[in-house]
């Protein structure tokens, strides 16, 4: 906090960085890793924050350096110009060290403190910060708005809920922080600061934003990260008033944007069907003349509501279908069926929605019967793209600590949580399934679904603009560039 002519306190110089990792890299979405689809996503979470203090009268810089994949030597000149009196540092499993050294780097060109923030470091607070040796002054545990406001205004570090820092060596850990209740007083996010052409996703229109209706979820998955260590195992939902404005606030921003991503844990979940009618009508109303897209749970599958989303601009609906066999999905505590999944993906199909299928190998009693069930669910689905990934446990989640305690962890340093190339990879040994399997099923999943002739004349009659067209290249750039370089993955 810096002082005036007369005396008086005026607001505190804060630079956000999302420093750089690996090439293509991301720290911002779900799974830490450079995808497999070459995806990079906005840092929603980190750009809110950044208004929230710019809100309270601070003065702001943000840098989504891994966004422009720059070097933090390249970034210090401009943060020496701006001189920070506080960084904010979004961290990620895989990228600790880095972001620890980028981190030392900032604090020796300018002098401020570092606070550490997302959902590696709120997991492991005394790690992050005994690794820091020095370099990490706190972390800001879970929701971190209004603990970096705090900070910013000059409340002590021992005086901070959510807080964990050190004094004297000694690790301290001040009193959880109560998650948001009134998200509808937090600020849209401070996009001026990103370029919104660093952000590609072969599955949107170019360019899109994302948008975070509701933070948490009612699902009780034991591998999802973000209800489990940042937002809580409930929706807590903001008005249909105030996101109909942010998509405003948006078009405003950006007069070109052609798609909003909805990035809530779950928007489109049987459990929140009367509010999600809502909105439909609201953006119906409105007629913002945008697409959007949305996660979705298979147990949304009623086609009254698929067909008033279509109508609202609805475009794509990214599911988690996971797995093939239904032992499976009960073990990492899924809470849907076999059955639900064909009924939704029929009903979406009939709405007009495009769907994208996520799967996964590797849960709690995979075999390779059961990963072979996930592949055959795929091809049936009547789904239009497909990702398919080893099973990640990050820290924090149930199915982080299921595999500690059993012995089945396979990194035994953070950096080893994606290989070589920064790409995903599997971190679980599964007693039946081991890891060279778990790549194998991923790749023939990849293979056999996109390869299929009626897989690849789907996809060109979904393409209806230049848009789809563009989106589509990115895609199979991606895509080729992936089995490209398949012989020198690994993570071992």
Known sequence: MRTGVSGSQVGMRVAFLNSMFGKDFTKSARWFARSRGRV????????????????????????????????TDAVLPRLRAFRPDMMVHLASTPSIDSDI????????????????VGSHASAEPEDTLARGQGAVDAVAIGEYDYTLRDLANGVAFRECPGLAWTDNGRFQLNPRRPLIEDLDALPFPAWRHIDIGDYRDAGKLFPFLTLISGRGCYGH???????????????????VENVAGEIAYDKSLFPNLREIMFEDDTLVMHATRDRLARLCEEMIRRDFRLSWSANARVDMDDLEILRLMKRSGCRMLCVGFEFGDQQILDNVRKGTALSQMFTFAENARKAGLRIHGCFMFGGPGETPDTARKTIELALRLPIDTAQFSGMVAYPGTAFYDWAKENGYLIPTRWRDWVDANFEQCATVRCPDLSLEQINGFIDEGLRRFYLRPSQMARMMANIRSLADLKAKLHGLRSFTGYFGKRSSRGCE
Request: proline residues 4%; glycine residues 6%.
């Open 101 to 116: 050294a980028a981190a030392a780097l900032c604090k020796d060109a300018t002098g401020a403190r570092n606070i550490f």
């Open 40 to 71: 990079q996503r906005h840092p929603d979470y980190l750009c809110i924050a950044a208004a929230v203090l710019e809100q309270a009268g601070h003065d702001v810089f943000l840098l989504d350096a891994q966004a422009k994949n720059m070097p």
């Open 221 to 239: 998955c034991t591998f999802c990260q973000l209800p489990q260590v940042m937002n809580g195992r409930g929706y807590r939902a903001r008005s």
